[in-house]
Structure formats: C-alpha cells, structure tokens
C-alpha cells in the first residue's frame, strides 16, 4: 500500500520471456510475432534476435513501446543483414531474407524513421534487397521521415508495399513520396490514410506535383497506390 493507503500499480515488461526467446534466435520460425510484448527499452535485446534468426523473414514488432533508440538499434542490424554474409554476391541476386516487416503503433519518430529507411536503402539499383513490406502505420515520422521512405522506395526496387497511415506527414511529406513515384511503382502500395493534408497551401505547386505523379502512375492508378486516397482532400486534386 502507498503511504496514504492507496496501492500504485506499475507495469513491468516480462524480460524473463524475452531473455528467452532471443537466447537462441536460431530456432525462430519463418514467422515470429512479438505483438503487445511491450518491451520498450529492451527492444534491442528484440533487434539482436533478429539479426541471428536466420530462418525467419517476416517479423511483427507492433505495440511494442519501441523509440527512436531502439529504431537506431535495428537500423544497425537492417544494415548489417543486408550487407553481412546473406548478402548474394550473383549480379542481380537477391540480397538479406527479410521479407516483412511491422513496427505498427510503437513510438518512431523522424529520427528513428530515417534510420530505418537508409538502412532499407541498397547503395545501388543494381542491388535488391530482399524486403517486399515495411508497416510503419502510427507512428509519428513526420514529413522528414516520409522523405526519407520516399527516397528509399525510390532506390528500393523488390520492396511492394509500405503503411504509413497515421504519421502526420503533412503536405511535404506527401509532395517527397509523390515525387519519387515511377511507372514501376503502379502495383505498389503505400498507406497515406488518416494523415491530414491541406490542399489550400499555396507554398505547394499542386498542378505540377499532380502533373508529375499522373505522368508516373497515371489517374487510372493513383487511388490504388496511394491507400486513403479517396478519403483526404488530396481526391479534390483529380477533379
């Protein structure tokens, strides 16, 4: 009891479990999920582990309380997966075998969404890194971090589908991922929904970005890239 007599309750992250489980990543399946372990500062032990989980390419790391420090621990590990002895030395080859990754509803901010998107970054289109999805959905990159997904998703030429769906990225993070659409990225998908756009800004030339993206996708395909599309202000712009 406290000392006025009311109990304080605190939680406290189950490290027993986690110690556990990343003591012999080895043994981690095709598909590990560490949803709702709320591991917080820990989540380097979770970044560790998966960089020694050799037979697992789809991790889910969502509500986990994970921050920018920890977006900076796996950043180091993303970088030395693809770059480490998975890496495929065959021209053309497919580099890491990571194919999915989730870090939905924890705390990244711009910092620690930049890390994660230079690390996804191959140095070169010649090479292609093995991951297809990044679901970063509700966090908080800002239109500094969605720059930087849009330069990675620019550079990045396997990876198919990224969540950034409540992000706040404001106009100039939309303006970054419009821009550095392709032809090829007519069969991707990127989750714009509930972030909020203001399409009375006069800072932003909005015929020439919509000029640029309907030349890249066209109209026929710009509401099926952009998921949310048809529910923000940005839908006015097709008129």
């Keep these: 009891m406290g000392i006025f007599g009311s109990k304080t309750i605190v939680w406290i992250p189950d490290n027993d479990k986690l110690a556990e489980k990343v003591e012999d990543p080895a043994q981690w399946d095709a598909k590990e999920s560490f949803v709702g372990w709320k591991v917080c500062n820990d989540g380097k032990l979770l970044a560790q582990g998966m960089g020694g989980a050799d037979s697992c390419g789809n991790f889910d790391f969502s509500y986990n309380g994970l921050g920018d420090r920890e977006a900076l621990v796996f950043a180091r590990v993303l ?13 053309g080859g497919i580099s890491g075998k990571m194919t999915k990754l989730c870090f939905a509803n924890n705390h990244f901010h711009s910092v620690g969404v930049k890390a994660i998107a230079e690390a996804l970054m191959p140095e070169t289109p010649k090479i292609l890194y093995s991951l297809e999805e990044l679901d970063l959905s509700n966090n908080a990159a800002g239109p500094e971090g969605a720059t930087a ?9 396997v990876i198919r589908r990224v969540n950034l769906a409540w992000n706040n990225i404001g106009n100039q993070g939309f303006v970054a991922l419009a821009s550095n659409m392709t032809m090829q990225h007519r069969t991707f998908r990127l989750d714009i929904s509930n972030n909020t756009f203001d399409i009375s800004d006069q800072n932003i030339e909005w015929d020439e970005v919509m000029s640029k993206v309907k030349k890249a996708l066209t109209s026929e395909f710009i509401p099926q890239v952009f998921i949310g599309w048809e529910d923000t202000e940005l839908a006015q712009l097709m008129d």
């Design 79 to 91: 970088t030395t997966h693809f770059k480490s002895k998975h890496a495929s030395a065959v021209p």
């Design 149 to 157: 997904i849009a330069n990675m998703i620019r550079a990045n030429r």
